[in-house]
């Protein structure tokens, strides 16, 4: 079916616009019709600044189900083309059908074939895009555009994984970051040693050991967070065409590390006690896989604990295929319903598992590090690669961490995270109770800063991100958590660690207005 549709400028000159939608193909009509407005604005057909018609007007044209217009004015929205105002409706953004936007969504959002195609015949300069990596340019999520959205102080941000501010006093801090600037004198100018500071590295060891984990400073790298770290250390092991084992839901940074490796990921489905074991010799002797990956305690997005009796049986595993296990951990000192959950390193007695633990959560904010705990060889082989990659590191953040710990600071303070995270959690899940009417369901974390929730049936968390945005916050859709892109669209991921009570509260009435809006269609 061929639809023409009138479409109406800010100048009152109307356009006809063909909007194609076919029944035959499997396509959803969302998409068809998203993608039909798209091909248009990319070509310059409808201009920027254009006033689409509103959801229920294009409903009524194209005898569709107003819902479906919102999907794909929702899906039109998330890839930047087009944007909504309060008593406007939607209109094209004014990059978007630039030559400047129509080549970074081109790229972002169709693929990089079609974004090769851009390029002018005859143009003498360097395509550049004909000379990036494919795996660098099929990109299905502008990751930092979504990401860029938590910073913004006008939204309340539920969605950033990022610490509290106000746990460390920011005189006392200046003062101490001040003292050890003008102790380090001439210090400061030098480059830190690749593995990490000496005495941070010592420290480390020190705190290890109140986690019940053995380890020598010749074990340990220093790194600046968890993605950079798992970069690393996927780069060091992992070949092309390699197979990787990690759960689904799994974080962004885990499945985009392996896959530009040129790896090939194997997810396994979550329990309620971490990811799936039933079946994963089976898996293991038929993928014959690189290694295991694996976020242990509190898992981002789920909140979920691998039992112990699990990291056990993984371990088993390990040992018995020889397979090598990243367990990285952001989360576990934030226990507030359970004890102190020991790390899967605890029971490693061959040096089979790599440990990453970040400071990330728990620490200044924007003053983040994290550390590698692994066999001497690898980390000295890691070492060279930081050596290539990264040439100098963070010399202040490293000796004020290193400092801390020593004090005793970060350990006390550690404490006042753990309530203040355990009143936040309960702010956001005395909300999610009263949410529970309108169809919505969670499982309460026991520790952590996360809250993974199912939807009502029928709204779609894509849908509701764009509502909700618009509305004052920001949320993180299910999806981004699913490396195929098609699962998790029932779920929202919800962080209540960065903002304060007063604005996690209102961020969640607000999230319970936009699910009703999505209800009503």
């Not at 979550?270 to 305690?297: F, H, V, W």
């Amino acid at each position: 079916m061929l639809l023409s549709v009138p479409w109406t400028k800010t100048c009152g000159e109307r356009i006809a616009m063909d909007i194609k939608i076919d029944r035959e193909i499997k396509i959803p009509v969302y998409l068809q019709i998203a993608s039909s407005i798209k091909q248009q604005i990319m070509t310059g057909s409808v201009n920027s600044d254009t006033i689409l018609p509103s959801e229920r007007a294009l409903a009524k044209m194209l005898s569709i189900h107003r819902n479906t217009v919102a999907r794909a004015y929702g899906e039109l929205k998330g890839q930047g083309l087009i944007e909504s105002y309060q008593g406007i409706g939607y209109r094209v953004c004014a990059s978007a059908a630039s030559e400047e936007g129509m080549t970074k969504n081109c790229i972002a959002q169709t693929g990089f074939a079609d974004a090769r195609k851009e390029h002018r015949r005859g143009d003498k300069r360097v395509n550049w895009l004909d000379q990036i990596k494919d795996e660098y340019l099929d990109m299905t999520v502008t990751f930092d555009e979504m990401f860029q959205r938590f910073s913004r102080p006008e939204k309340i941000s539920l969605g950033s994984g990022i610490a509290a501010t106000g746990i460390y006093d920011r005189e006392k801090l200046s003062k101490r970051i001040s003292k050890i600037v003008s102790e380090e004198g001439k210090k400061q100018y030098f480059y830190t040693p690749y593995q990490g500071d000496e005495d941070l590295r010592r420290q480390i060891v020190s705190y290890l050991s109140t986690k019940g984990i053995k380890a020598t400073t010749r074990q340990i790298q220093i790194l600046t967070e968890t993605n950079q770290a798992l970069d690393f250390l996927i780069t060091l092991l992992v070949k092309p065409g390699d197979a990787v084992i990690t759960e689904e839901p799994v974080s962004p940074d885990t499945y985009r590390a392996i896959g530009l490796a040129g790896g090939k990921l194997i997810t396994v489905p979550m329990g309620e006690d971490g990811i799936e074991t039933a079946y994963l010799e089976e898996i293991i002797q038929r993928q014959k896989p690189r290694l295991i990956c694996l976020n242990s305690s509190f898992h981002d997005p789920t909140g979920q604990v691998l039992s112990v009796e699990k990291r056990k049986e993984i371990l088993k595993l390990s040992e018995k295929y020889r397979l090598p296990v990243i367990e990285y951990d952001e989360a576990s000192e934030l226990h507030y319903d359970i004890p102190s959950i020991s790390p899967m390193k605890v029971f490693d007695r061959l040096e089979n598992v790599v440990y990453i633990y970040s400071f990330s959560l728990t620490f200044v904010p924007g003053l983040s590090l994290a550390f590698i705990v692994a066999n001497a060889d690898l980390i000295r082989r890691l070492s060279y690669l930081v050596s290539v990659r990264l040439v100098a590191m963070d010399w202040m953040t490293q000796r004020l961490l290193a400092e801390f710990l020593e004090e005793g600071v970060y350990y006390r303070k550690l404490s006042d995270y753990r309530k203040e995270y355990k009143k936040k959690r309960d702010i956001v899940c005395g909300k999610l109770e009263e949410m529970k009417e309108l169809g919505v369901s969670y499982l309460k974390p026991k520790g952590g800063i996360y809250v993974w929730c199912r939807l009502p049936d029928g709204v779609d968390s894509k849908e509701l991100d764009s509502r909700a945005y618009s509305s004052g916050i920001s949320i993180l859709p299910g999806y981004v958590f699913y490396p195929s892109k098609n699962g998790g669209r029932e779920y929202i991921r919800i962080n209540f660690s960065y903002e304060t009570p007063e604005r996690l509260s209102k961020g969640m009435d607000i999230l319970k207005a936009s699910i009703e809006e999505c209800m009503k269609g």
